[in-house]
């Protein structure tokens, strides 16, 4: 079982920047590929950024060029570090990990989740 914790959100001006943490325990967390999706109020679970054991990653394109997912496996510790936000990133981030390997882009792939972080960009 692999138990995730986010922290690092909060409130920031629009063009801000925000790191989040996510921290894992349990299993082997190089095994894992790592996730964030973010849920804005009333919105679907959407997909933000994944990076692979093997450092691969893959983004939304919307926040391709002021997000970064970066991961250090000696902390088992997956970061999402975002610039340049805009109110339309406001919502709760979700940190999520999942075994397949093959870096999906779909919640439903992923099998461990964390309990969400929230991020609220002001106009």
């Known amino acids: 079982q692999v138990q995730l914790v986010e922290s690092g959100g909060g409130l920031v001006q629009t063009g801000g920047s925000l790191r989040l943490s996510c921290a894992a325990s349990g299993g082997t967390f190089t095994s894992y590929d790592m996730g964030w999706f973010r849920q804005a109020p009333g919105k679907e679970r959407e997909f933000v950024a994944a990076?692979?054991?093997?450092?691969?990653?893959t983004y939304l394109k919307s926040v391709k060029g002021r997000f970064t997912i970066s991961r250090d496996n000696a902390k088992n510790t997956v970061y999402l570090q975002m610039s340049d936000l805009k109110p339309e990133d406001t919502a709760v981030y979700y940190c999520?990990?999942?075994?397949?390997?093959?870096?999906?882009?779909?919640?439903?792939?992923?099998?461990?989740w964390g309990q969400g972080t929230q991020v609220t960009v002001s106009s």
């Open positions: 990076i692979s054991g093997g450092l691969t990653t």
């Open positions: 999520a990990a999942e075994t397949d390997g093959s870096l999906w882009t779909f919640a439903d792939k992923y099998d461990y």
